[in-house]
């Protein structure tokens, strides 16, 4: 099996790194604060990590972690490397990271759709676009991570995800929005939360009240910024943003914002 680096070991991709360390990849990891390595094979650096690596994941929070780090290890990066970015980033931070490789290396953009449990047990969504070639080589990697929808060509990933999840966190929000008005109307919360769920909506209210995901509130309002100024996206971010003691609770927490207001 092909020598692996994975960068960032968050929430995400803790679980993620361990995966591929379990179907036996050789692999080394790397994350900003230190200590998170779980027992796996840490470097101190970034460019220590992806030194002898076939393949390089990353995992990192926005653009602005990404081109950081991708600064730090690129010029370590030998011709023949396939560097897999799963971060979240919006095409436009991906075209930027492959105008930026050296000669001879590829890049495969691979957002997920997923949290930490999925991440787990790899039933993840995994949004791959790249080149035919590099998807292929990608693939197997992938596949130990959860279902991989190839997408298309070079950033066709990312973009599929920034559309993906602005949907599912815009609905949410709504979600939030719409209770609030019921509390306020004296509809009781559970006949509105069936009613909600019995329609077009029930995949987004069993989210909006999940117990089990773990993807905070200021990512969630990260991932709304990629999609760009659309007024209901940028209103959603709003909601999002306007409370900041959930910013690090999972993004259901804006339900509970939205009815104590």
Known sequence: MEKIAFLGLGRMGLPMARRLADAGHPLTVWNRSPG?????????????????AAVVVTMLSDPRAVTEVAGRFAAELAPGTLWIDMSSVGPAATAGLRAGLPDGVALVDAPVMGSVGPATTGDLVVFAGGEDADLDRAQPVL??????????????GAALKVVAIGAIVASVAVVGEVLAVAEELGVPQELAREALAAGPLAGVVARAHSADSDFPVRLAAKDLALAGGGRVLSAAREVLLA????????LSAVVGSLRRR
């Open 36 to 52: 998170r390595a779980d027992g796996l094979t840490e470097a101190a650096t970034p460019e220590e990590a992806v030194r002898g």
């Open 243 to 250: 409370d900041p003691s959930i910013a690090e609770e999972d």
């Open 143 to 156: 596949e130990r991570l959860g279902r991989v929808r190839r997408c298309g060509g070079p950033g066709s």
